[in-house]
């Protein structure tokens, strides 16, 4: 595993700055002032973020951390499924709407778990879904879980990182709530790889806890970073995106982050 480029998140950091200053914290109080501290101290010694992920797959692959049920895999918060749902589907609607694509038939759902998305909104309105999980444990559950839809699904046990989808193949790559787990480069070649699986006219789609008062947010419990809506646009013109839509979630509980639908699609114009 190569050693994280300082320099990209250097040039990051100075993008960031044009709106604002950077205040970023983490789940035991510290105060952060830039990105390359905060990364520093998250990875130590070891540059090349192999415990900063290693941490991140024990924590999911443990069964008393995370259950396979809803509450499992959402921390405790299974029922807000129907509001995310709703939303979701909400989303695609106008996506659709909105473009030349007529449906959506290959899908990928990266960081899957268990396949709660799959099961309750891509798999009612997609043909055939492939779920991108690392943890076998989850994957394994998922069949039960789905049902008998799961006959339409394929199972892609890898990590994001590894994720590298043949060209022209998914009309939609659905993200949820697991692109916290990716150090910054990781996050830009991720979806970099993504764009690059994509049919014409297809479409990424990430939903993820937006940081409301902090440039980002550390939780040292399951390696993950909460990032502004700033940080993530800055994220995605260095992967070579652009926003196509954007939506808030909208009916969930008042004590969770804001979460964020953003569609983005290839920009020939953004970062190399």
Not at 160 to 177: G, S
């Amino acid at each position: 595993m190569p050693t994280f480029d300082r320099d990209l998140i250097e040039s990051i950091e100075r993008c960031l700055l044009f709106f604002g200053e950077i205040s970023g914290t983490d789940t035991d109080d510290r105060i952060y002032d830039n990105l390359t501290d905060m990364w520093d101290f998250e990875l130590g010694n070891n540059s090349t973020g192999s415990t900063w992920y290693s941490k991140a797959y024990d924590y999911w692959e443990s069964e008393e951390n995370c259950p396979v049920t809803d509450d499992g895999v959402l921390g405790g918060y299974g029922h807000v499924t129907d509001a995310d749902v709703k939303d979701s589907n909400a989303f695609l609607d106008e996506i659709l709407a909105s473009s030349n694509l007529k449906s959506f038939e290959k899908v990928a759902d990266c960081g899957a778990g268990i396949g709660r998305v799959s099961k309750h909104l891509l798999l009612p309105r997609c043909a055939n879904v492939d779920l991108v999980e690392q943890s076998p444990r989850l994957l394994q559950a998922s069949a039960e879980y789905i049902g008998p839809d799961s006959s339409r699904t394929s199972c892609i046990c890898t990590n994001l990182r590894d994720f590298t989808p043949e060209p022209d193949t998914y009309d939609l790559i659905w993200v949820q709530w697991v692109v916290g787990h990716l150090h910054d480069e990781d996050f830009i070649l991720f979806f970099r790889n993504c764009a690059r699986g994509l049919k014409p006219n297809g479409v990424i789609v990430l939903k993820d806890n937006c940081a409301d008062d902090w440039t980002f947010v550390v939780d040292k419990t399951d390696s993950s970073v909460s990032r502004s809506s700033e940080y993530m646009k800055i994220l995605f013109d260095f992967a070579g995106l652009k926003i196509a839509l954007a939506k808030k979630q909208t009916d969930f509980p008042t004590e969770l982050s804001s979460v964020y639908m953003f569609a983005l699609v290839p920009n020939d114009t953004g970062h190399k």
